[in-house]
């Protein structure tokens, strides 16, 4: 008993501490960047006016919740208010992961919670009126139903998932995927898949149901639809790895000073690895036009990469893909690989927040290290989540 106390002590404690900083964007006199969209479509719906911003590019379930639980309150149109409540319904998505690392036999669950809570590209997220942390709570608890064996839940939560960010369809089909693997393993018997999809029709009707909407609509996005055209892209791509080989640099470096030698699994990363970086040297991707506007530390990042250091960001690309590699997913979750691939590929303008649902699930999924381990990468991750809030 005083043993569990004294390890949750910490974890009370860094959480305190997410709390302190998150009351520091609810506060803020102004708004951050797309906030202000939210904003005015939420309002909208609070004076019982149901017409759609046009910078609105997402169905918006989001902005009719946040609307209507603000209003149960009081908060009409309300900055406070409104980031208040969204930022009340996010913070579930921490319970959701907790919940998650248990489930999955994680034994350093509390260690893996704080490293979500406090990775680097979703900490301020939670405190602004912003769509991604309610579209992951979402898309975790759908996950959750998935591993539950809660079928209409997991497919209930998949559409509404959908309702919040279109591109959930993507997590919609991984779901499907998933939860057969979970009952049938990888024995693809046309029966079986037959049987399964009987039983999970669910997620058949919400993916005919976002073809028909895309039909419809003449493509994916709502508004702004000249800034975000369907296409295939390999700028997330990228991203996505040189983000990996950053955030996940302590396990490269213990991998590097451990004295076990290297198996056929690190040698196919390395190769792999050397492809996708040369691949980028000869090829680097086109920047989105708003990708070079530079009042964005992303956009800061990207420019110093790709036009004055290459050899940097190829070399965290190349370090993305060995870190991948190393990190022992079992053989079920290795499928969370293509899905992410499809998730980001379709979009042209390069964003941070696009990789938080892939970088949780990697989160989720990767083989435990030690205790010692799991702390530092939490301590590395708490020290770049206050030089971003820098």
Known sequence: MNKTKLNYLPFICFLILALILWSLFLFMPNFYVDEYIHYSQISLFLSENYSIVPKITTFPFYHLVIAKVSSMFGYSSNTFGLRL?????????VWIFYLLAIKLNIKNYLFRTLQFVFLPISFIYFALIYTDIFSLFLVLIAFYMVISR???MAQLFSLASVLVRQNNIVWTGF????GYILENGFNFSFKRILIYTKKNVGYIIILILFILFTLINNGIVIGDKEMHQPGIYWGNIYFFFAVVGFLFAPLLLKRV????????????????GVIIALSFLAFPPLLHRYNLMPYFLRNEVLNYTYCENIWIY???IFSGVIAIFNMGFEKKDIIIFPFIFLYLVPSFLIEQRYLIIPLIFILLFRKEESAETEWGIFMYFLLLTFVVLF
């Open 150 to 152: 809660r079928k209409c």
């Open 314 to 316: 190829t070399f965290f």
């Open 175 to 178: 779901f499907y995927f998933y």
């Open 85 to 93: 409540v969204s930022f009340l319904m996010s913070l579930v998505s």
């Open 257 to 272: 000073f451990s004295r076990v030698k290297i198996n056929k699994v690190e040698v196919v990363g390395m190769v792999v």
